[in-house]
């Protein structure tokens, strides 16, 4: 796949509206020797101006919604989960922005983010964290460093090509990736959502089999043109929101597409293809925004690795390596809230 070095400053200047690079920060003078990848990516994300300590250092901007998920009789064959069972259980969701600056305006381009926690019978819980793109921008935790290093390292003041255009223009699925997240919804429920991450269902007889979550709006997919999002408010996404649930739930069809003998689930940045068999598994069903969605959302933090028995990671380093970085993160707005 090839792409004009004019298609790379296009695609960049979204980025740039989006908030997604800035002016460059200086990177830590440390040695990175003796750290996790998961501590240098957080110690790069947080160099990017726009973050807030108070806040999520990724899809800082969000809005905390309550339900219900209620299992199909196709999911208990492929998954022993508590929730897969028959029995609805209740739900906690936020969307969000990717963006790092939690006040970015709404109606610019911008990869969008939806994290489910099922709250099972007994008390436990278990998450599912999805973006608004099929496919991951890279393929491994190095890659996504060498994306943050090269966001931080961008100076939109100096001669092209910056950092982050030699980047993208090294990696064709991580340039795909930004020129399709340069739209914007029509609504938090027109936008589908993707786990790209796999994982591996187990049924009741043991049987193993790997997938990837998808959340597909019962309303049907729309995006705004370029004339209608110029239009919109900064905060327009949560206010639709809470205007369309005045008038009824908001739906999402959870689908499980499986993998066929041989389909990489290593890298979440390598889309399978559509012919891929898929499974119903149910419907969540979004009725409400919580009371204090800003206090509930501070609170919150989705780890894709709080599991329940009937779900297990695959070899996609992915899952661990965002709970490790999420766990710095809430820790670092812990910290802040509590000065």
Request: one cysteine or more.
């Amino acid at each position: 796949m090839n792409f004009s070095f004019s298609t790379l400053q296009r695609v960049t200047a979204a980025l740039l509206a989006a908030g997604a690079l800035w002016a460059p920060a200086t990177l830590d003078a440390a040695d990175d020797d003796g750290k996790s990848i998961a501590q240098q990516i957080f110690d790069t994300m947080v160099q990017v101006p726009g973050a807030n300590p108070a806040f999520r250092t990724a899809h800082a901007k969000g809005i905390v919604c309550e339900g219900t998920f209620t299992p199909s009789k196709a999911a208990a064959t492929l998954s022993r989960a508590a929730h897969f069972q028959g029995k609805s259980v209740p739900v906690t969701i936020r969307f969000s922005n990717g963006a790092a600056d939690p006040f970015i305006a709404d109606p610019l381009p911008n990869v969008r983010g939806m994290a489910i926690r099922f709250k099972l019978p007994g008390g436990a819980q278990t998450d599912i964290v999805s973006l608004s793109h099929h496919g991951f921008i890279v393929g491994t935790p190095e890659d996504f460093l060498a994306l943050q290093k090269a966001i931080v390292a961008t100076d939109p003041g100096k001669p092209h090509p910056w950092p982050i255009e030699a980047f993208l223009g090294e990696r064709p699925r991580a340039l795909k990736f930004a020129q399709e997240v340069a739209v914007v919804p029509a609504s938090f429920a027109t936008a589908a959502f993707f786990s790209n991450d796999a994982f591996i269902f187990v049924n009741k007889a043991g049987a193993k089999q790997a997938g990837r979550y998808q959340f597909l709006p019962l309303a049907g997919r729309r995006d705004l043109s370029e004339t209608e999002a110029k239009a919109k408010t900064p905060d327009f996404l949560a206010e639709e929101l809470r205007t369309r649930l005045k008038q009824g739930p908001v739906q999402f069809r959870v689908v499980v597409q499986l993998a066929n003998a041989g389909d990489p689930t290593h890298d979440p940045s390598l889309v399978w293809p559509d012919d891929r068999k898929t499974v119903d598994m149910g419907t969540v069903r979004i009725t409400s925004v919580v009371a204090d969605s800003d206090a509930a959302q501070r609170a919150l933090v989705f780890f894709p690795t709080n599991l329940t028995d009937g779900i297990e990671l695959s070899d996609d380093p992915f899952p661990a390596l965002r709970t490790s970085v999420y766990a710095l993160s809430f820790a670092r707005r812990q910290t802040a809230a509590s000065r």
